[in-house]
């Protein structure tokens, strides 16, 4: 349904990327259906703009649209190459057409759902309700739910521990069969470390068709071309590709901070990187996403204000990622270096569960036993007092 000027919405979400459209989808639930509801993005969420990889101990909501899922994945580091047994876990690749289509499609038929192609100016905030001010007019509701990750913050973000995850991705066709479709690139850190940490990961269609990308965490986004030149020297190097043909091109950057992220403002809740959900050591973002979007669900079923706020783990976890970021940006040791003995010293299913926040506590120290134990333990703790301060 298309929006109506003057509406009085319960909830409004303002952005239908990933992280919008993944509480749109819990909110076309029935149990919402007594409730008006509006989603509003410039874009008809048609574009081949995102590609998206999470792991899963088992099925899950996506698995229809999952593009590709494997069981195990290749690691190269500097010195040693391992294959990853995931032992249980699925790595799963999504599209950003194909989640846009399997989001939309059930959005779309809930007549408790409204839609409006605008674009969003900003949002604005009181004691009892919300506004967002968009080219088709100016909406309000009493939730308003936004991943506009307002300048202001950024800035903010930029004060602490601050790295881009920045990227530049081919959809190459090659007339060699040189993928193993059964068998993605995680991360393959056999490339120039510049600037940064730089990897390159390959995930597969078919032995002769595959998205590779080349990714950096580093203090300032590259010019497309040094991308590029990464890519090409990969494709030589370690392919051994003397030729090949490029479709899809995919880039973009993705924050990496030690900022704790507003919650949200009044009745204007935050979603994805706007409201912290990106792992500030990896980029890691879209499992975090889910979880929120179910417990934002969960809170709104109980007639509660949907402000989910981090436990005792969450802050712990933070806590590990601001003392890996530190490391990363302060240069006290090698990116690529660090990232091998983690996948190396450890097995596939601990590291997964660890970058995904749900190790037990045995599993956590395990994890931090493999890196430079005095270095991470001065860092962890100058990360323990700024926190006090």
């Given at each position: ?279 500030g050591s990896t980029g890691y973002t879209f499992s975090n ?101």
């Amino acid at each position: 349904m298309e929006a109506v000027k003057g509406t009085a919405y319960d909830y409004i979400i303002a952005g239908a990327g990933a992280a919008g459209l993944s509480l749109a989808l819990r909110l076309s639930h029935p149990d919402f259906s007594n409730r008006r509801i509006l989603l509003i993005d410039r874009s008809a969420k048609t574009e081949n703009d995102r590609t998206w990889c999470f792991w899963e101990d088992g099925d899950g909501l996506f698995d229809s649209v999952c593009k590709r899922q494997w069981s195990q994945l290749d690691f190269f580091g500097p010195n040693t190459a391992r294959q990853l047994d995931l032992s249980g876990y699925r790595y799963k690749m999504l599209r950003g057409p194909d989640f846009y289509r399997f989001a939309l499609d059930q959005i779309s038929a809930c007549s408790h759902i409204e839609w409006c192609q605008a674009e969003i100016y900003h949002t604005g905030h009181g004691e009892t309700g919300a506004e967002v001010h968009t080219s088709a007019g100016s909406f309000s509701a009493r939730w308003v739910f936004s991943s506009l990750l307002e300048n202001d913050v950024l800035k903010s973000a930029q004060q602490g521990h601050f790295l881009w995850q920045h990227f530049l991705g081919w959809e190459i066709q090659t007339d060699q069969a040189v993928f193993n479709p059964n068998c993605p690139v995680f991360m393959d850190f056999r490339t120039p470390q510049r600037d940064g940490t730089c990897f390159v990961y390959v995930l597969p269609y078919s032995s002769n068709y595959a998205l590779v990308e080349y990714t950096v965490f580093s203090a300032e986004v590259w010019p497309t071309y040094a991308y590029e030149d990464g890519l090409r020297s990969y494709l030589k190097s370690h392919l051994q590709l003397g030729s090949w043909q490029v479709g899809h091109v995919e880039e973009g950057k993705i924050p990496m901070s030690s900022a704790v992220f507003p919650v949200r403002r009044g009745h204007v809740v935050f979603l994805g990187t706007a409201g912290g959900q990106t792992k500030g050591s990896t980029g890691y973002t879209f499992s975090n996403i889910q979880r929120h979007s179910d417990a934002i669900a969960a809170l709104l079923r109980q007639a509660r204000p949907p402000i989910v706020t981090p436990d005792f783990r969450r802050q712990r976890y933070h806590l590990y990622d601001n003392t890996l970021l530190s490391v990363l940006c302060l240069g006290d040791y090698s990116g690529a270096e660090l990232f091998e003995r983690l996948f190396t010293r450890n097995p596939a299913r601990r590291m997964l569960r660890f970058l995904d926040e749900a190790a037990h506590f045995g599993e956590e120290l395990q994890v931090m036993n493999s890196v430079p134990r005095r270095l991470f333990a001065r860092r962890f703790m100058q990360e323990w007092f700024s926190r006090r301060d």
